[in-house]
C-alpha cells in the first residue's frame, strides 16, 4: 500500500485504514499521532484540532478522516466537520453523507444542526458534512451563526476533527484557526516547497491558533507513511 491511495479523494475501504486494517502499520500510525497530540495537551485539552496543509492534493481530508476514526475507537464522541467549503471531501470518504444536507443546509434553516449531523456506521464517529458548496465561504465561515454552531457542538462532543482548506489557497484556515484549541499540519514528502510550509506557520501564528505539531505524509516510506513531529 502507497500512501498516494490517502491522496485519492474517490471512495474506497482501502482508505480508511483506522476502520479496515485496524492492525496494519498504517493504522498504528494514526494511532501514535492520536497519542501524541494527547500528550500535548495534557495540560491543556485539545478538544477541537485543525487539520490543513500548506497546499492543495497532501492527504489532509484522509488524514483527518482517519485520526477521528481512531478517537472514535477510545469511546469518546467524535465529530468530523468538513470546512473545505470550497472543495468538501467527506461526502466522497463517507458515502452516507450524501443523504445530508449538511451544514450550508443548516445554515439556511432547511435542517436542523441534528439532522445535518450523520451518523456514520463507525461507532462514536458522526460527520457534519458541507452539502452544497456556497457561493461566500468566507462570508460563512465569520458569520455569527457559524459561531454559533461550532460552539453548539464543543459543547456536545469529547473530539472535534476539522478539515479545513489549504493555508496557501485561501483565507479560510486562518479564520478557522483562530476558533480551534489547535492545529496540525501536513507536509507532503517531494510536494510541499519549504517557503510554502513556513509561510502557512506564520499565517497559523498571525491567527493565534497552537500550532500542535506536523504530519509529514511521505510517499516513499515503505514501512509507516506518516510521521508525527513537533514544529
Request: glycine share 4%; net charge neutral.
Amino acid at each position: 500500500m502507497r500512501s498516494k491511495q490517502f491522496r485519492d479523494k474517490s471512495s474506497g475501504k482501502n482508505k480508511l485504514v483506522a476502520k479496515y486494517e485496524p492492525q496494519s502499520a498504517y493504522a498504528e500510525s494514526f494511532r501514535y499521532i492520536r497519542a501524541n497530540i494527547d500528550f500535548a495537551g495534557i495540560d491543556e485539552e485539545y478538544k477541537s484540532i485543525m487539520i490543513t496543509s500548506p497546499d492543495p492534493d497532501s492527504g489532509k481530508s484522509l488524514i483527518s478522516a482517519n485520526l477521528a476514526i481512531s478517537y472514535a475507537a477510545l469511546n469518546m464522541k467524535t465529530l468530523l466537520i468538513d470546512l473545505d467549503l470550497r472543495k468538501p471531501t467527506a461526502h466522497k470518504i463517507f458515502p452516507e453523507c450524501y443523504s445530508s444536507y449538511g451544514l450550508t443546509g443548516h445554515l439556511k434553516d432547511i435542517v436542523t444542526l441534528e439532522e445535518a449531523i450523520v451518523s456514520s456506521d463507525v461507532p462514536n464517529l458522526s460527520i457534519l458534512p458541507v452539502g452544497i458548496s456556497p457561493a461566500d465561504p468566507a462570508a460563512i465561515l465569520n458569520s455569527a451563526k457559524m459561531q454559533q454552531v461550532y460552539q453548539t457542538l464543543y459543547a456536545q462532543y469529547d473530539r472535534i476533527i476539522i478539515d479545513s482548506p489549504p493555508v496557501m489557497a485561501v483565507a479560510d484556515a486562518q479564520t478557522i484557526a483562530s476558533w480551534v484549541d489547535g492545529t496540525i499540519m501536513i507536509v507532503r514528502n517531494n510536494y510541499t516547497k519549504q517557503d510554502n510550509a513556513k509561510k502557512t506557520l506564520q499565517k497559523l501564528n498571525i491567527a493565534g491558533s497552537t500550532i500542535i505539531g506536523t504530519i509529514f505524509n511521505n510517499t516513499n516510506m515503505k514501512m509507516n507513511d506518516y510521521y508525527y513531529g513537533n514544529n
